[in-house]
Nanobody, 122 residues
Framework: QVQLVESGGGLVQAGGSLRLSCAAS????????VVWFRQAPGKEREFVAW?????YYADFVKGRFTISRDNTKNTVYLQMDRLKPEDTAVYYC??????????????????WGQGTQVTVSS
């Protein structure tokens, strides 16, 4: 059973930074694609970034967010810089049964964490 646990969310002022973590058990992350999504109140869950054999970012985070991994800790990170109020959302990490599967839709992924709240004040 794959379990994902996000952490690192919080309240930050616009222009600030946060680093989210996604720790996995039940799967070795080094061979898996891992994705970050986010969901703001009243909105659909949207793709943010993916890391696997390559990395992909949503256009609205390019140049501000960086996805990385530490295989020794079986953890994937999302470094978020120059945060904006519109980045306020619950952030989720996820992975797929097919380990290197990439997709921008939530339905492409099978295992999800519980989410971590990010709030950016103006």
């Amino acid at each position: 059973q794959v379990q994902l646990v996000e952490s690192g969310g919080g309240l930050v002022q616009a222009g600030g930074s946060l680093r989210l973590s996604c720790a996995a058990s039940g799967r070795t992350f080094s061979s898996s694609g891992v994705v970050w999504f986010r969901q703001a109140p009243g909105k659909e869950r949207e793709f943010v970034a993916w890391t696997g054999r390559a990395t992909y970012y949503a256009d609205f985070v390019k140049g501000r967010f960086t996805i990385s991994r530490d295989n020794t800790k079986n953890t994937v990170y999302l470094q978020m810089d120059r945060l904006k109020p519109e980045d306020t959302a619950v952030y989720y990490c996820a992975t797929a049964i097919v380990t290197q599967r990439f997709g921008v839709n939530p339905g492409d992924y099978d295992y999800w964490g519980q989410g971590t709240q990010v709030t950016v004040s103006s």
